[in-house]
């Protein structure tokens, strides 16, 4: 809220600068963002935030309030009102109040013979330091009203009205009333609107009705300052997406009991800007008025709470300053009376607040609490920290992505058939619309990023949660930890020692996952096998089965298509590792086996596999081989090409027998080699080659 | 005899001096003297062909002589073979000063290091780390925590909704909801994480990291508090750090504040660090609100605690010197290496 300084001072006639008054505002929970103007002036404008508990503090009044509390200097006394004259307001006009539930208050006052015109050069100065625009002199007196006591007034035309009465009722579900902003809006039984004989008028603390509007004509105004239900209020600024300086002011809840001082000083402002004469009586129909509210305040609470004892006289002092009466009950007890507009003030610990606020909390000492015995173990992902070390180890760059993304940006990254993700209702931007179902295309953005600023070599990870949507709308969906890497360019940087590195392989993104696995649980162990993802190249994909049956990691190639429609020139591969799934994982004991005391032999195949053929196939079908010691398979060299068929692959097995105790006799090994051999062609999966 | 051994001598000494520095020469005139033909070998083997009394005193003389020549031989082959190798190590240096192979080096995003940083000298103090969903229900976001529907403190949050009524968390506070009603104080927690407001401009990301302390125990005050904040800053920023209370409204906190610590860099006489105010805002704190207490099953007459939090991301951009907010989710590559592991 913009307030003005020079205002502030005549409501709380203390010589403190602008500067000044915003330190002590600021000191006492009324931060002043800017001083705009010349701080050690009186003239300067001060943007005060207004936390919404402090809705007293939505007016200068309640700033000058503060003010007088922190300064000692009393408030200034408000001007009174001018003498009524004419024939009463009750003959004039009825009030009456349908829906008590949401106004518990509605006063009313009628000022005659008014003459609408521009206002005073000072109170359009005063409005454009607070931030409005200067209408007329009925307009704005009623705003004055509402910057002076943080409590909106309404004005309405008394020759509109029809009856002439003022209603407050719910709205008649589908009627319509044209807003002063110009749009018809359709009505909802849980608005609250100020309606006359006929129709409605204003939409009740939010905003009036261009019916009834001030017009240039208007003679006679009939003053509304009401105390409507702050929720009731809310709903219906949000329902018409409408946010007023009055609906601002109810919802945060104001003074019950302000109304009749806004009364007086509209008639004052009235009188003094227009030349209204203010009708005699007051209506007041006040269905449920405010209970006074006492509290009590312990001495020993407010030690246990702030860590000292301030001392009843300072605790008395403060209390006072703040004008809650305080009441001495007993050695330990205040009681206090809560005034009407501080409706923040509902427990003891509130005014503890309110004492530490007023003496200041640089008075409280420091000192750090006890260790307890033992501490609690923590509910941290047991791999989360892990793999981001793991993969950052390897050369990989951590980076951020939000975890929502376009609709059907991760659409090539889950298995067809996913269900669909979960949307946001309000999304900032078009870029983020859903919640993320594959940690990849974030990693997969930045790689475009640093393509396009010509980077030759990808190398990015990210560690985040994914969200699975469950069955249900409205259900929970499972959030499960990823880590995504994208790997493009040369395998290793560029070195003049190496100048045109090989390109990143398969087999090098497969090392990285069975190394990142590997390390988060040793021991762990998988089946590779082809998985299809749509947005992977068909050939080049694979998944890491775990010992559940289920995926601990994929990965593979970025797809043709989708490489071309990114405009990547290079091939870029990718993976992503379920941290939750290799959480549930056993890994294997990781206890050091005994060193052989023999030479291992190791003897090397060459084999021609079929088409279709993996090596995979080939071990499995090597290892039914009855072997006279515990036997290793390794592929070390492999070709396809001329002379070979369409398909064929060339393979050199390497295959390690490690005996443990005895050396194996030279029969023994070649009888091992020609059942490997023949296990071979009687397998269909390829030859032996010439 | 002691003519021709005078004689034997100064030809040796000559031809090692010729000889000197090259192992070849060297063995070849080992060879002319002491080998199976060579000058010294046949003059011993002439020995036993003297006179008893001749003999002697000649075998005297010859094997003096074959003991200086071994010994010149054997140090002059060394010094020959040594710099033989000086010769050889003099080809093939290399240019130290070229680059260097660095084995291939990753990074952690700065947010990270920070977070790790915190978290760390938290559970030095006690603390346990704890976690929760980014996908909160509008109980434990708001309701738990002193925020009932309708309240206007809710217009600060701007809040994600998903379909189905769910929404993205606000704040991390729901961890210390969900922590408090399944484990009984004493607690002493932190709960990093994302957090998603509906934000976005050039000081405010829609997703950003936030981290709050929770301590429940008997006798908790604001002291314990600022105690509390001045330990774990001076030990982040490595430096003697103060902190400043001032009086702020946060629904789930009462007596509530907003905190600043003493600017880290300039040790508050002011900087481009803190804008020239000697001060950094860091977040907010205060007491456990009692309504936060009750919906968590814990007794405020008996328990009372404090809580704080502050943003990891503007932590990591102090501490780095970080100026542009966007650089820490664009995922460029040259921003990211500067944080190596």
């Known amino acids: 809220m913009l307030v003005s300084v020079a205002w502030v001072r005549e409501m709380c006639p203390c010589d403190a600068t602008a500067g000044r008054i915003a330190e002590i505002l600021t000191s006492r929970g009324l931060t002043v963002d800017t001083v705009i103007g010349d701080p050690s002036s009186a003239e300067a404008v001060l943007d005060v935030d207004v936390p919404a508990n402090r809705p007293d503090c939505l007016g200068h009044r309640g700033i000058a309030r503060e003010l007088s509390a922190a300064t000692g200097v009393p408030l200034a006394r408000v001007p009174s009102p001018p003498a009524p004259a004419g024939g009463p307001v009750d003959q004039a006009v009825s009030v009456e109040i349908a829906a008590p539930e949401h106004c518990a208050r509605y006063t ?583 | 005899m002691r003519e021709e051994l005078a004689r034997i001598e100064l030809d040796f000494d000559r031809d090692l001096a010729e000889a000197a520095g090259d192992p070849d020469k060297v063995e070849a005139l080992r060879v002319r003297v002491l080998g199976r033909r060579g000058t010294l070998t046949a003059l011993m083997k002439g020995l036993g062909a003297l006179p008893a009394e001749q003999r002697r005193d000649a075998g005297r003389w010859v094997n003096d002589l074959k003991q200086r020549v071994e010994e010149r031989l054997a140090g002059a082959a060394d010094l020959a073979a040594r710099a033989a190798r000086a010769a050889e190590l003099r080809v093939g240096a290399l240019d130290v000063t070229l680059p260097c192979r660095l084995p291939e080096v990753g990074s952690l995003h700065p947010v990270t290091h920070a977070r790790r940083d915190l978290e760390r000298i938290f559970l030095e103090m006690g603390y346990s780390v704890e976690r929760g969903p980014e996908v909160e229900d509008d109980f434990h976001n708001f309701q738990a925590l002193n925020l009932p529907p309708d309240h206007p403190a809710r217009d600060a949050a701007d809040t994600f909704y998903l379909e189905g009524g769910l929404l993205l968390r606000t704040h991390t506070s729901p961890v210390q909801i969900r922590t408090m009603t399944t484990r009984r104080p004493p607690i002493r927690m932190v709960c990093p994480g994302r957090v998603y407001r509906r934000d976005w401009d050039a000081t405010h990301l829609p997703m950003f990291h936030q981290l709050e302390a929770l301590v429940v125990d008997e006798h908790i005050s604001i002291a314990d508090l600022k105690g509390t904040m001045e330990a774990v800053w001076s030990r982040f920023f490595k430096t003697k750090i103060t902190t400043r209370l001032r009086p702020g409204y946060f629904p789930f906190v009462e007596p509530g504040c907003e905190y600043d610590v003493s600017c880290p860099r300039c040790g508050g006489g002011g900087c481009r660090v803190c804008k020239q105010s000697g001060w950094l805002e860091l977040g907010g704190a205060g007491m456990v609100h009692p309504a936060v207490f009750e919906a968590c099953g814990v007794d405020p007459e008996r328990w009372t605690g404090f809580a704080f939090g502050l943003g990891i991301d503007r932590i990591a951009m102090t501490r780095f010197g970080i100026e542009d907010l966007r650089l820490l989710m664009e995922g460029d590559a040259r921003f990211l290496r500067q944080f190596p592991v």
């Open chain 1, 108 to 690: 009313a006052r009628l000022v005659r013979g008014v003459r609408v015109g521009p206002s005073p050069p000072w109170v359009v100065r005063r409005l454009e330091d607070c931030g409005l625009r200067a209408l007329d002199n009925v307009v704005d007196a009623s705003n004055l009203v509402m910057l002076a006591l943080g409590h909106p007034v309404h004005f309405f035309d008394l020759a509109r009205l029809r009856g002439p009465r003022v209603i407050v009722r719910a709205a008649r579900p589908g009627e319509l009333l044209t807003t002063l902003d110009a749009v018809e809006r359709k009505l909802d039984a849980a608005d609250l609107v100020i309606a006359d004989a006929d129709r409605p008028l204003a939409l009740a603390g939010v905003m009036g009705g261009a019916d009834s509007e001030i017009s240039i004509d208007t003679r006679d105004v009939l003053i509304e300052a009401a105390w409507f239900d702050p929720v009731t209020v809310r709903r219906t600024a949000r329902r018409h997406g409408l946010h007023t300086d009055a609906s601002h002011r109810f919802e945060r809840g104001c003074d019950p009991e302000a109304p009749l001082a806004a009364q007086d000083l509209a008639c004052r402002l009235l009188a003094d800007l227009a030349g209204g004469v203010p009708a005699p009586g007051v209506l007041d129909v006040h269905p449920s008025p405010r209970r006074p509210r006492s509290l009590s305040l312990r001495m020993s609470r407010i030690a246990r709470l702030l860590g000292y004892d301030p001392g009843a006289s300072a605790t008395e002092s403060a209390l006072s300053a703040l004008a809650l009466a305080p009441r001495r009950i007993d050695h330990d007890r205040f009681e206090v009376d809560v005034p009407s507009y501080r409706v923040d003030l509902e427990t003891e610990a509130d005014l503890v607040e309110e004492v530490a606020r007023h003496i200041g909390y640089d008075q409280v000492p420091a000192r750090v609490p006890a260790p307890t015995g033992s501490p609690a173990s923590g509910t941290t992902h047991p791999l989360e920290e892990r793999c981001r070390d793991l993969l950052a180890h390897a050369g990989f760059l951590e980076m951020f992505s939000y975890a929502m993304v376009a609709v059907g940006e991760d659409d090539p990254f889950v298995p067809p058939g996913t269900r669909a993700p979960l949307k946001l209702t309000n999304p900032i931007a078009e870029p983020l619309t859903c919640l993320r179902r594959s940690i990849l295309p974030g990693p997969i953005a930045a790689a475009g990023l640093n393509a396009r600023r010509a980077a030759r070599s990808q190398r990015l990870f990210e560690v985040g949660r994914v969200f699975l949507p469950g069955e249900n709308p409205g259900e929970f969906p499972e959030e499960v930890l990823r880590a995504g890497a994208v790997w493009g360019g040369p395998v290793r940087t560029p070195h003049w020692s190496e100048p045109h590195p090989p390109a990143v392989g398969f087999a090098d993104l497969a090392g990285l996952v069975e190394r990142a696995l590997r390390g988060m649980v040793p021991g762990v162990d998988w089946t590779v096998r082809p998985h299809a993802l749509p947005g992977l190249h068909p050939g080049r994909t694979a998944a890491w089965f775990g010992e559940h049956g289920d995926p601990l990691a994929w990965g593979g190639c970025l797809h043709p298509d989708l490489r071309a429609r990114l405009e990547f020139a290079d091939d870029l591969w990718l993976c992503e590792i379920d941290l939750d799934a290799l959480a549930r994982s056993t890994g294997a004991s990781t206890a050091q086996t005994a060193l052989p005391r023999v030479p291992a032999v190791v003897r090397d195949l060459s084999v021609v596999l079929a088409p279709d053929a993996s090596f995979a196939d080939l071990t499995a079908t090597l290892e039914r081989v009855p072997a006279p010691a515990p036997a290793t398979f390794d592929a070390v060299d492999r070709y396809e090409g001329p002379p070979l068929g369409a398909g064929e692959a060339a393979l050199t097995v390497r295959v390690c027998l490690q005996p443990l105790e005895r050396s194996l006799e030279e029969d023994a090994i070649e009888g091992y080699r020609r059942g490997l051999i023949d296990a071979l062609s009687s397998s269909g999966l390829g030859r032996l080659r010439a």
